[in-house]
């Protein structure tokens, strides 16, 4: 039995962080994205988030190369084909390389819309059984020490899981020092996204005696080999994300010992259907995977959630509370997270309604197709 879907609506939105969000690559103010929205026959609507950034900093997708790829590739594509699982869309999309980022925004919608469908949660129709998820917190570079070790007490006191500080060249040891001294047994991880190379050996070296959990990311985003290199030399685990866009890519890290953690996000690996491959994969492995984040606002952060709750999730990810991010966030109810957890919503699809007025609210463009 085909989904039957009617139209795709793509919904552009901006909206103010509450907090600006630096890392080693540039500080974002505000989140511009599409909500995309897969409307079947019986008006059923699946919603889905696209992830990229205005500029390509993270990776080379943006908003617009998002825009254009949607409507002039994907959307024509779900137009051509049937679709009989979420799982036939990734094969759908195959002939377009790359811009995961598209096309995780117009798959999540569809699985949105199916498990709607089938009346069951977005979480079981993925396989993922956990009523709650443990959830960390991703802090951005901040202008003082003393700003920094703030926000380390106060998500703490929160209960939130695990700590996440973006480091870079001259912001890592001498900061990472201030912060264990003040949280000697907190569980701490640095994210560098790709701020280093081999030439800073001795640096990356140092960073064992923090007793981090991980090291995300420290080499180029495009890079599996130095890697391998570095975790040779380094006791603490490295984290793969910028490198990692397939179950492909995942194989080979592991295969040449890359990495002992990925970061799965589902947007930059291509949706759901590719975040089951790498979750199996890693299962298989003995890989820890953790969900990454993106700023998401409601609709992409239910859809983390839903993916954390299968069950190699097995590291605290970035999903924290939709309060942290957002004014008012576009959801109902929004994500909370009590002594460090959030609770697997129990309603069909990604478990909680939009919040139309909210969304309105922040809508600056909207794009129909009929398929
Ligand atoms: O709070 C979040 O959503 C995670 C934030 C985060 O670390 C991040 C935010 C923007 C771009 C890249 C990254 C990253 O994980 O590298
Ligand atoms: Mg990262």
Redesign the pocket.
Known sequence: MPIPITQIKLKRLRMKLNHP?T?S?GE?RDKDFFITEAIDTEERSGFGESVA?PAP??TEETVETNAHVMKDFLIPLLHENTISHPHDVREIFSPIKRNNMAKAALEGAIWDLDAKRKNQTLAEVLGGHKSEIDAG??I?IQPTIDDLLQKVGDHIQQGYKRI?L?IKPGSDVKTLREVRKQFPDIPIMA?A?SAYTLQDLNRLKQLDEFNLMMI??PLAHDDITDHAQLQALIQTPICL??SIHSAADARKAIDLGSCRVI?V?IGRVGGLTEALAIHDLCRERGIDVWC?????AGVGRAHNIALTTLPQFNLPG???GSS??WERDIIQPEVIVHNGTITAPDKPGIGYEIDQEALEAYMIDEMVFDL
């Not at 990454?292 to 998401?296: D, I, N």
């Open positions: 969000f890392t690559f974002m950034f900093w993270y917190i991703s951005g996440k973006k994210d996204n995300e990311q994300d910028e970061n996000k990454g984040g993106m700023l998401e970035d999903t924290a942290l991010y």
